[in-house]
């Protein structure tokens, strides 16, 4: 599950009714681990610590402050749970706090392949 953050919306009375606290993130973390379905998953750190490497058809290499995006939604983290289908990955997607206040939580299935 990747949890999207977006900007905050403008609307401060449907802000405050999704708002999300630590202790709903500590609730929903502990959820997760007595379900018996966390397998990992780490916060990442603000959006400008980031540094973005590139590398050319030639090889040189460019080092840049950012991501930068140009949206207004960012990676802010992830849970890689262990479930057994797509609805039980949605419905801990959907009682994840992320999911709340104009955030996103994304569901992908890990890429399996033959070695």
Do not use: K
Request: net charge negative; with cysteine; proline share 4%.
């Amino acid at each position: 599950m990747l949890l999207i953050n977006s900007a905050a919306t403008t609307d401060a009375e449907a802000a405050e009714a999704c708002r999300s606290s630590v202790e709903d993130w500590m609730a929903y973390d502990r959820a997760v681990q007595e379900a018996g379905v966390h397998v990992s998953g780490h916060s990442l750190a603000d959006l400008t610590t980031a540094t973005a490497v590139r590398v050319g058809p030639t090889g040189e290499r460019t080092v840049t402050d950012g991501p930068f995006a140009e949206t207004r939604e960012v990676l802010g983290g992830y849970y890689v749970i262990d479930v057994p289908d797509l609805d039980a990955a949605l419905e801990w997607a959907a009682r994840c706090p992320g999911a709340r206040g104009g955030g996103s939580v994304v569901v992908r299935p890990v890429a399996e392949f033959e070695v």
